[in-house]
């Protein structure tokens, strides 16, 4: 397995847990994503984007002799996007988005979840991480289990109408139940044990957030 990390414009918290998703991989930095490469102590073999957003100056002094992709800024796809085909055209068969949440563009950031759900359909595991967040896409028919510990919040974001959706280990289980697009019934669970998940069919991505007050 061929592993990427690609460093997103979106918000980051360098925990020591983000850090060990990162061990081993090779990087790819998005446009102001290379600020993110020096406080997770990584060394991006690329850079790509079109540079509206960054300079070598304020984003990476320290890494100007990494080699640069430069695109038009009039372009029919976000740099993020671009970082990603980069490392898929690498061989990446595994890929780690940081940075993925939050950020000035909830645009890109939306892009990111429903491009991640994407990526792991055809194959491609794929991880959103932000240090304070993951999230992981939901195969259909596949059983996830999660390691987080109790009291942890955690979230489905459904794209379309979910089928036979069973959670296990949370404060508030679902066994086989159908969700309408738009529901809320899906947010704001809270770990209780071993959390494990199964979607039979439908489109969504579970979200954990390691800092926010699970207890309430």
Same mark, same amino acid.
């Given at each position: 397995?061929?592993?990427?990390?690609?460093?997103?414009g #979106?918000?980051i918290?360098?925990?020591?847990?983000?850090?060990?998703?990162?061990?081993?991989a090779?990087?790819?930095?998005?446009? &102001?994503?290379?600020?993110?490469?020096?406080?997770?102590? +990584?060394?991006?073999?690329?850079?790509?984007?079109?540079?509206?957003? &960054?300079?070598?100056?304020?984003?990476? /002094?320290?890494?100007?002799?990494?080699?640069?992709?430069?695109?038009?800024?009039?372009?029919?796809?976000?740099?993020?996007?671009? /970082?990603?085909?980069? /490392?898929?055209?690498?061989? !990446?068969?595994?890929?780690?988005?940081?940075?993925?949440?939050?950020?000035?563009?909830?645009?890109?950031?939306?892009?990111?979840? !429903?491009? !991640? +759900?994407?990526?792991? =359909?055809?194959?491609?595991?794929?991880?959103?991480?932000?240090?304070?967040? =993951?999230?992981?896409?939901l195969l259909? /028919?596949?059983?996830?289990?999660? #390691?987080?510990?109790?009291?942890?919040?955690?979230?489905?974001?459904?794209?379309?109408?979910?089928?036979?959706?069973?959670?296990?280990?949370?404060?508030?289980?679902?066994h086989?139940?159908?969700?309408?697009?738009?529901? &809320?019934?899906?947010?704001s669970?809270?770990?209780?044990? =071993?959390?494990?998940?199964?979607?039979?069919?439908?489109?969504?991505?579970?979200?954990a957030?390691?800092?926010?007050?699970?207890? !309430?």
């Open positions: 397995m061929s592993r990427f990390v690609i460093l997103l #979106g918000d918290r360098p925990t020591p847990q983000l850090r060990d998703r990162l061990a081993g090779r990087v790819i930095a998005a446009d &102001s994503g290379m600020r993110h490469a020096k406080p997770l102590g +990584v060394r991006p073999e690329l850079w790509v984007g079109d540079f509206d957003s &960054s300079s070598v100056e304020e984003d990476g /002094a320290e890494f100007s002799d990494v080699a640069r992709e430069v695109y038009p800024a009039d372009k029919n796809k976000t740099d993020g996007e671009l /970082a990603i085909e980069t /490392a898929l055209d690498l061989g !990446a068969t595994s890929l780690v988005l940081v940075g993925a949440f939050g950020g000035m563009r909830p645009d890109h950031a939306y892009l990111h979840l !429903a491009l !991640a +759900v994407k990526l792991a =359909e055809e194959g491609v595991t794929t991880l959103l991480t932000s240090g304070s967040q =993951e999230g992981t896409p259909n /028919a596949k059983r996830y289990t999660f #390691g987080y510990p109790d009291g942890t919040l955690f979230s489905i974001l459904a794209f379309t109408e979910l089928s036979g959706l069973t959670v296990e280990g949370a404060k508030w289980p679902l086989s139940v159908e969700v309408p697009f738009g529901s &809320s019934l899906i947010l669970n809270v770990v209780r044990g =071993e959390l494990a998940v199964v979607l039979e069919r439908g489109r969504a991505l579970l979200v957030d390691f800092f926010a007050n699970g207890n !309430a």
